[in-house]
């Protein structure tokens, strides 16, 4: 595991851009992966690692990058969930391209910003000016503070959870991004689809990154089986020249184009960041009527 190299590889990328959280080691050797943000080490575990070597990655990260608290995220599906080593520093403002995000390192096992997307993100901002963008499981909003930094008339990030729609909120005022042009709707994305075509709303611009799976009140969603009733919805809203980015990390993802209304669709993997080269996190579809 050779830390200082992958730091020396990714040091000029992460300047350049005001990069302060990215992934340092991603499962080359071992069944782990380590995010930095700022001072702090999230290390994500996909199997039970020996203590020993937590203690020299501790060691190494310390020396390397003066790295002051570790939280740690059980991966493994053991149910462990989220552990803080050290002091437990709950919350930090991390920049990211310029952009700001409120982050919890020790409470969720995610921590409010997912790095893969980074420039998925960048990509959003630099095509949002002068346009209405739509922003579904927004999860903490990234996706619409580039949109908003971008120049869009109006973002609108939609969230079922009362939680992730404060946090949007907050990421919002950090950016100095008024709630007047940024709404938020805590709805689940496919109720909102029928409350945007009632109220006759459409989007030049819609994204939708979903869990592979969730639950909710008894009912459950699965990327896999609802894909086409939401890209279905979606195409609906969509302005003519305008287009869908969907994305998601379901490993064994099957896109049937007969199931959705008369599209075009283009996988797209030019937005991989170079923490992110080698990793196969999630995959994106650009779609257009």
Same mark, same amino acid.
């Given at each position: 595991?050779? $830390?200082?190299?992958?730091?020396?590889? $990714?040091?000029?990328y992460?300047?350049?851009?005001?990069?302060?959280?990215?992934?340092?080691?991603?499962?080359?050797? %071992?069944?782990?992966?380590?995010?930095?943000y700022?001072?702090?080490?999230?290390?994500?575990? %996909?199997?039970?690692?020996p203590?020993?070597?937590? @203690? #020299? /990655?501790? *060691?190494?990260?310390?020396?390397?990058?003066?790295?002051? #608290? +570790?939280?740690?995220?059980?991966?493994?599906?053991?149910?462990?969930?989220s552990?803080?080593?050290? /002091?437990?520093?709950? #919350?930090?403002?991390? @920049?990211?391209?310029?952009? !700001? +995000?409120?982050?919890n390192?020790?409470?969720?096992?995610?921590?409010? $910003?997912?790095?893969?997307h980074?420039?998925?993100?960048?990509?959003? @901002?630099?095509?949002?000016?002068?346009?209405? *963008?739509l922003?579904?499981?927004?999860?903490?909003?990234? %996706?619409? &503070?580039?949109?908003?930094?971008?120049?869009?008339?109006?973002?609108?990030?939609v969230?079922?959870?009362?939680?992730?729609?404060?946090?949007?909120? =907050?990421?919002?005022?950090?950016n100095?991004?008024? @709630?007047?042009?940024?709404?938020?709707?805590?709805?689940?994305?496919? #109720?909102?689809?029928?409350?945007? !075509?009632?109220?006759?709303?459409?989007?030049?611009?819609?994204?939708?990154?979903?869990?592979? %799976?969730?639950?909710? =009140?008894?009912?459950?969603?699965?990327?896999?089986?609802?894909?086409?009733?939401?890209?279905?919805?979606?195409?609906?809203?969509?302005?003519?020249?305008? +287009?869908?980015i969907?994305?998601?990390?379901?490993?064994?993802?099957?896109?049937?184009?007969?199931?959705?209304?008369?599209?075009? &669709?283009?996988?797209?993997t030019?937005?991989?960041?170079?923490? +992110?080269?080698?990793?196969?996190?999630?995959?994106?579809? &650009?779609?257009?009527?």
């Amino acid at each position: 595991m050779n $830390l200082q190299s992958s730091l020396e590889h $990714l040091k000029p990328y992460l300047e350049k851009n005001k990069i302060e959280a990215y992934r340092l080691y991603n499962c080359e050797e %071992f069944p782990l992966a380590i995010d930095i943000y700022k001072d702090k080490a999230v290390i994500h575990m %996909f199997a039970e690692i020996p203590a020993d070597m937590i @203690e #020299e /990655i501790e *060691v190494e990260l310390k020396s390397l990058l003066q790295i002051t #608290e +570790f939280f740690y995220k059980d991966r493994s599906g053991r149910g462990a969930g989220s552990a803080a080593g050290g /002091i437990e520093q709950k #919350e930090l403002t991390v @920049e990211e391209y310029g952009h !700001k +995000f409120l982050l919890n390192l020790s409470d969720y096992l995610d921590t409010g $910003l997912f790095l893969d997307h980074r420039e998925t993100r960048s990509y959003i @901002e630099s095509l949002s000016k002068d346009k209405i *963008v739509l922003n579904t499981f927004a999860y903490t909003g990234s %996706f619409s &503070i580039y949109a908003a930094a971008g120049g869009a008339t109006k973002t609108h990030s939609v969230d079922l959870s009362k939680t992730y729609c404060e946090w949007i909120k =907050k990421n919002l005022a950090l950016n100095a991004q008024s @709630e007047e042009k940024n709404w938020v709707y805590k709805m689940d994305t496919l #109720e909102f689809f029928r409350y945007a !075509k009632r109220k006759k709303l459409d989007f030049d611009i819609i994204i939708i990154d979903p869990p592979t %799976f969730s639950k909710n =009140k008894g009912d459950t969603f699965s990327v896999a089986r609802d894909y086409p009733a939401l890209l279905n919805a979606a195409l609906e809203l969509l302005r003519p020249d305008g +287009f869908i980015i969907f994305s998601n990390n379901c490993r064994d993802f099957m896109m049937d184009k007969k199931k959705l209304l008369p599209c075009k &669709i283009t996988e797209e993997t030019k937005w991989i960041a170079p923490d +992110f080269a080698n990793a196969n996190l999630h995959r994106c579809w &650009i779609i257009r009527k």
